[in-house]
């Protein structure tokens, strides 16, 4: 199983930015599609992001299209995810998780590994 990290959460007010981080070791993100999530209180897991690591292929959900970006940093197995102009509506706790580059990227029941999660909190 990848052992998975996230970091990079905190408390911004509306408007503001954050990049979170997710970090593995060992054999790294070459075989996967790496996806972040996002969970508020008494809601569902929803699809925020993701990005193939072997094509770079990138995917979002529409509500964060043209405020969040997900990057990877090959040399760092690392998977970044700039957050920009935030709104409250973006407070939850974000996790990333792993799956195979076949399977479809905004269920989250297809992803194999997830990480602990980081908050994110947006202040009006």
């Known amino acids: 199983q990848v052992q998975l990290v996230e970091s990079g959460g905190g408390l911004v007010q509306a408007g503001g930015s954050l990049r979170l981080s997710c970090a593995t070791s060992g054999r790294g993100f070459s075989s996967y599609r790496v996806g972040w999530f996002c969970q508020a209180p008494g809601k569902e897991r929803e699809f925020v992001a993701a990005?193939?690591?072997?094509?770079?292929?990138?995917y979002y959900a529409d509500s964060v299209k043209g405020r969040f970006t997900i990057s990877k940093d090959n040399a760092k197995n690392t998977v970044y995810l700039q957050m920009n102009s935030l709104r409250p509506e973006d407070t939850a706790v974000y996790y990333c998780a792993v799956q195979p580059p076949s399977a479809p990227y905004r269920v989250s029941a297809k992803y194999d590994s997830w990480g602990q999660g980081t908050q994110v909190s947006v202040s009006s």
């Open positions: 990005v193939t690591w072997s094509t770079a292929n990138t």
